[in-house]
C-alpha cells in the first residue's frame, strides 16, 4: 500500500506539470549537467527532471535529490 500511495503522489505530481509548467525556471546547474533547458520539479526525495518544447513537457530522469550533483 505505501509503494501505490508513493507511485501515485508521484503521478499526480508528473501530471500537475500540465497546469504549471511555466512557473518552474530552467535550472543552469542541472541544464550542464542534463541537458539545454532542464527544470526540476520534486516529489519527497525523488527529483523529476523535464523539459518544454512548445506545450510539450518531456520528462528525462526521476532521480533521488540527493544523487544531483551541482
Known amino acids: 500500500m505505501t509503494a ?6 508521484l503521478n499526480n505530481t508528473i501530471q500537475s506539470l500540465k497546469i504549471g509548467v511555466d512557473s518552474i525556471q530552467v535550472e543552469s546547474n542541472i541544464s550542464a549537467q542534463y541537458g539545454l533547458d532542464m527544470r526540476r520539479v520534486n516529489y519527497k526525495e525523488m527529483a523529476i527532471l523535464y523539459s518544454v518544447e512548445e506545450d510539450i513537457v518531456y520528462i528525462h530522469r526521476i532521480m533521488p535529490q540527493n544523487m544531483i550533483i551541482f
Not at 501505490?4 to 503522489?9: A, F, M, N, Q
Open 4 to 9: 501505490k500511495r508513493y507511485l501515485k503522489g
